[in-house]
């Protein structure tokens, strides 16, 4: 079965990486790359753990092209208390490199992104356990 095109619309608001730097989601982060995005909270005990893990160990498997040619997107979807500390500390749990980014900011802004990846719930606990890969320069989703 082949994977399902999705309609994705990039939100370039400004949010917080895991360092507490200003970034743009379509600008700064992803560019002119290929893109795997999830969707996580730091307190989560049940798929999110999965999920990072699962990143953790394509962040193995893509070397060098990690950051170069693919990006690795973590985005939470608990911004009120997922702060760029918390992530930062969440991500070192999985050994997260330069090239796999965790975004947080102001709920409206994260909101807005979640929203664009059609990965918003009014409560994140309801969040949809996904992933989501995207060529950037040809804007195809799937």
Known sequence: MAPASAKVALSDTPLLDQGGKRVRLA??????????????????TTVCPVSSATFAQLQ???GAALGREVVLVSITVDPLRDTPQRLREYGA?????EGWTWLTGAKPDVDGALKGFGAYTPNFEDHPAMVLVGDARAGKWT
């Open 93 to 97: 749990r999985y050994r997260a490199a």
């Open 27 to 44: 600008q700064d982060v992803i560019g002119e790359r290929i893109a795997v995005v999830n969707f996580i909270y730091t307190s989560c």
């Open 60 to 62: 193995k498997r893509l």
